[in-house]
């Protein structure tokens, strides 16, 4: 019985694998190719629309090269002016690398209607931290008239001073427009410059704000 049984377990040993894997190792994982834009929406074509503000209809004409330049040969999506709808729409194409890139494309369009230059606003293409907030003056405080202008006077400062001091000790990009306030940055940055200009607006003097900002950008210069 015992001679019966040795071979049997070494014909059993010496099987032959058919798919050349070794005895004992697992079988290799498969190798995909990442899908593109196209394919992960099953191939139908994903679209956005930015409307344009009446006000920045000129700035769009003279800035439109420079919008669409970066936005048709480097994230390879496609771009068009809607004159009728008055809306930019952008739409991904069969090329598109990744799908995140049709909404940085839109967030960029959105960041140049909002009031942001272009070379401040292709940032967000390029980055992924960044982000836009917006709130306005009355969220902070009730102003009215003469408070309310002056509120917005101690915001931007004789000539652009204070925005441009608080622009360069946060990092980040800040636009005044009536009452609206926008500010382009990462969110660390972007609460700082928060912060800052919702003292101003509640009436500290700049010279308060301009020290504790000497505080702030010297600790997130430790930080970095």
Not at 53 to 74: C, D, N, V
Not at 195 to 205: K, Q, T, V, Y
Request: one cysteine or more.
């Amino acid at each position: 019985m015992q001679t019966g049984e040795a071979p049997a377990s070494m014909e059993v040993e010496a099987i032959p694998n058919g798919l050349g894997i070794q005895s004992g190792s697992l079988p290799l994982k498969p190798k995909f190719e990442p899908l593109k834009a196209h394919e992960m929406s099953d191939g139908r074509v994903q679209f956005r629309k930015v409307s344009v503000p009446p006000h920045r209809y000129s700035p769009l004409k003279k800035a439109w090269m420079e919008i669409y330049t970066p936005i048709y040969e480097q994230m390879k999506v496609d771009i068009r002016m809607n004159l009728k709808g008055r809306k930019v729409e952008l739409k991904t194409r069969s090329d598109t690398p990744d799908v995140s890139n049709l909404q940085k494309c839109a967030d960029f369009v959105h960041a140049f209607m909002l009031g942001f230059d272009v070379v401040d606003a292709i940032a967000l293409l390029r980055l992924d931290e960044l982000f836009v907030e917006s709130f306005e003056i009355k969220d902070v405080k009730t102003l009215r008239g003469e408070h309310l202008s002056r509120a917005i006077g101690r915001l931007s400062g004789k000539g652009g001073k204070t925005k441009f001091a608080i622009e360069n000790a946060t990092k980040t990009r800040i636009v005044i427009a009536d009452t609206k306030i926008h500010i382009l940055g990462s969110f660390q940055n972007i609460k700082i410059g928060r912060d800052s200009l919702c003292s101003l607006i509640l009436g500290s003097p700049a010279g308060k704000v301009y020290s504790k900002l000497r505080q702030v950008a010297a600790r997130l210069a430790e930080t970095f």
